[in-house]
């Protein structure tokens, strides 16, 4: 482990670029589709809503682009802004304290700047917080890396930075501000996985290289975990767990069976939903969603399980342009409503909504996909009491279960 120079415990800057949106999916029309594809609504989200949930969204607090939520077990919520690099503390009783916990110098702008945080499994004891966010290599042209960097939490201020993942590739200078890095999570585990975009299309097959892939490493130094699928191998970077993807932007484990789900922002229309074992290959750029990338006819390589797409776009039209941004499993208590579920925040141009995907019990097929409520295009996640907080460009709120009154009582 080491300390490391380029991050600073306490915030030094609040200055703020603008950029359009969080993650855009970034489409690219270069081809049509056949009749073939006319299937391919029918595994899209994108229905017609009436929000039947009983539910009403509470502003927490404002917020420069709160990309990224993360609990501790006391009920603490940190949260890290995308430009800025400041890294803030909600209690657990709902007050933004004053000055921010700690703070990561970023090279910002369109995908890049501090994407995740994760909290240590062992938090009660250790007190540590890791952050993901890119690293500037140089201004112009822009290059930068993705770093994950381990703070102390000591009396709401982040202390002693070290380096975790130092040693990623840098960045492509020919498509600055894409593919570089989506979101960290601890998995059931106890390993830090860390999802890694592909910076440009002809890296993510390529095993000997960490982009477009998800890794998996230990929390101490970054190291691999000893059982990853290509341990041993010459040409495989050890720490990759699996690989094939675009971009995955955020992930989550289930509970109980503890099975990976994670997105793939795929360059075309739907985006969509995989099951991540370790060792497999999710298809980019050879297959994207259920077609080959070079002649979109239907294909045999299909890895996603769900898709999502704009309501009425033609994925043939290459007008879907959705992107998935945070992803949280709910068990359904504090919500009866919802029931246990995969919550996800997705957007496209016009909307931002919060979904809730109803697995089946074996988990491997989406049985319901119904918008929650709107104004979701950042992170999602479930406090350890079990409310739900998602964030927007400008806030951070949370849903509260309101049950519809019974007629006569």
């Known amino acids: 482990m080491r300390a490391t120079g380029r991050v600073r415990p306490l915030a030094a800057s609040s200055s703020r670029i603008e950029v359009s949106a ?3 999916a970034m489409k690219f029309v270069s081809a049509t589709f056949g009749l073939a594809l006319l299937g391919l609504l029918v595994a899209c989200g994108g229905d017609e809503h009436k929000n039947p949930f009983s539910v009403k969204s509470e502003v927490v607090t404002s917020a420069d682009r709160p990309i990224t939520l993360a609990f501790a077990p006391d009920g603490r919520l940190f949260y890290g802004e995308q430009n800025t ?3 803030h503390i909600v209690t ?4 933004l304290l004053a000055e921010p916990f700690g703070h990561v ?16 499994p062992d938090f009660e004891r250790n007190h540590f917080l890791y952050v993901l966010f890119t690293q500037s290599v140089q201004k112009e042209p822009a290059t930068a890396r993705p770093v994950v960097t381990r703070f102390t939490d ?4 982040g202390v002693d930075p070290t380096a975790i993942i130092d040693n990623l590739p840098e960045t492509d200078p020919a498509h600055p501000g894409y593919n570089s890095h989506g979101r960290i999570q601890f998995g059931p585990d106890g390993y830090l996985y860390v999802a890694i975009g592909n910076y440009d299309v002809a890296n993510s097959q390529d095993l000997a290289i960490p982009q477009g892939k998800v890794l998996r490493v230990s929390k101490d130094d970054g190291s691999p975990a000893p059982d990853n699928p290509f341990i041993g191998r010459a040409d495989a970077d050890p720490r990759i767990f699996a ?9 989550a484990f289930r509970p109980g069976s503890g099975k990976m789900y994670g ?3 795929t360059a075309v229309s739907c985006e969509e939903l995989n099951i991540i074992d370790g060792g497999n290959d999710y298809g980019y750029p050879n297959d994207i969603g259920q ?10 390589h299909v890895t996603g399980i769900h898709f999502f797409a704009k309501k009425d776009a033609r994925p043939e039209d290459f007008l879907s342009n959705t992107y998935v941004s945070g992803l949280a499993f709910v068990s359904g208590t504090k919500y009866p409503t919802i029931g246990a579920a995969l919550l996800v925040c997705e957007s496209e141009a016009e909307t931002h909504t919060l979904r809730r995907l109803t697995l089946s019990e074996t988990g491997d097929q989406v049985l319901a996909d119904d918008i929650v409520i709107d104004d979701c295009n950042m992170d999602v996640k479930v406090s350890p009491e079990g409310t739900i907080f998602y964030s927007n460009e400008k806030e951070i709120r949370r849903l509260v279960f309101e049950p519809t009154p019974v007629e006569g009582q």
């Open 22 to 24: 969080i993650f855009p």
């Open 243 to 251: 690989y094939g993807f675009r971009e995955t932007f955020d992930f």
């Open 92 to 95: 657990a009783a709902g007050t």
């Open 263 to 265: 997105t793939d922002n």
């Open 154 to 157: 000591r009396d709401n201020k």
């Open 85 to 87: 690099g400041n890294i």
């Open 291 to 300: 077609f080959p990338y070079a002649d979109c006819r239907f294909g045999s």
């Open 105 to 120: 110098d970023v090279q910002a702008g369109l995908e890049w700047g501090l994407t995740g945080l994760a909290v240590d």
